[in-house]
């Protein structure tokens, strides 16, 4: 049985800082590219992070200098420490696991959420 759980939002006042897990199981983890996503009210998912096996990182341009994404592949963890934390910032956090799909990649696998608030 596959599971991405995630864990480690909350209410945090702004220029604060948190840091979201979700570890998998049932699943491939060496060779998922992971991802965090997030979703605020009336918009769409967006891609906030993803980190392939290598450890190669790709950031929204909105957290880039703000957010980091690591992985531990003993643990079948990935995190993301947001640092500087902004209003515009709150939303749902969703973890993503994608797998190869022809030229791409294709995310197959999504955590429950978790929110993260940010008040100003």
């Known amino acids: 049985q596959v599971q991405l759980v995630e864990s480690g939002g909350g209410l945090v006042q702004a220029g604060g800082s948190l840091r979201l897990s979700c570890t998998a199981s049932?699943?491939?983890?060496?060779?998922?590219?992971m991802g965090w996503y997030h979703q605020a009210p009336g918009k769409q998912r967006e891609l906030v992070a993803d980190?392939?096996?290598?450890?190669?990182?790709n950031y929204a341009d909105s957290v880039k200098g703000r957010f980091a994404i690591s992985r531990d592949m003993r643990k079948n963890t990935v995190y993301l420490q947001m640092n500087s934390l902004k209003p515009e910032d709150t939303a749902v956090y969703y973890c993503?696991?994608?797998?190869?799909?022809?030229?791409?990649?294709?995310?197959?696998?999504w955590g429950q959420g978790t929110q993260v608030t940010v008040s100003s």
């Open positions: 993503a696991a994608a797998f190869r799909a022809g030229n791409g990649w294709e995310n197959k696998y």
């Open positions: 980190v392939s096996s290598g450890m190669l990182a």
């Open positions: 049932g699943i491939m983890f060496s060779i998922a590219r």
